[in-house]
């Protein structure tokens, strides 16, 4: 319990874009299999999350933005523009992930969900 970890989110805006792309790339395949997700029957479902997730990219953003304004804190609301473009990153890993999802459905989204990605954003 007392044991202390430590986690090392490289900084940049490269970085931020490639660490949601990734997030959303093995989203699908392992949410599907935990069943310990919230809203986990929809990760069964790759389709239809691959068709909401354009207008979830704009909810969440707002959704971030409420709660960082509800907490009394401005400065974030600055950042919507790059909060957006990591919610679009989100938007394209998961659709690429979906997208293998279907093609390799059972093997693919029925295995670990530790999964390789290679990241649009890896130069």
Not at 41 to 61: D, E, G, K, N, Q
Request: glycine share 6%; aromatic share 10%; net charge positive.
């Amino acid at each position: 319990p007392r044991a202390r970890a430590y986690h090392r989110n490289r900084p940049g805006f490269r970085n931020l874009l490639r660490r949601n792309y990734r997030w959303a790339y093995t989203a699908i395949a392992s949410k599907s299999q935990t069943g310990t997700a919230r809203l986990a029957w929809l990760y069964r479902h790759p389709r239809l999350l691959m068709v909401t997730v354009a207008p979830m990219a704009i909810a969440h953003t707002a959704f971030i933005a409420y709660c960082w304004v509800r907490a009394g804190r401005m400065e974030p609301v600055l950042l919507l523009p790059l909060i957006f473009l990591s919610r679009i990153a989100y938007l394209a890993g998961k659709t690429v992930g979906g997208v293998r999802c279907l093609r390799h459905l059972p093997t693919e989204c029925q295995t670990s969900g530790r999964h390789e990605t290679v990241s649009p954003f890896d130069a």
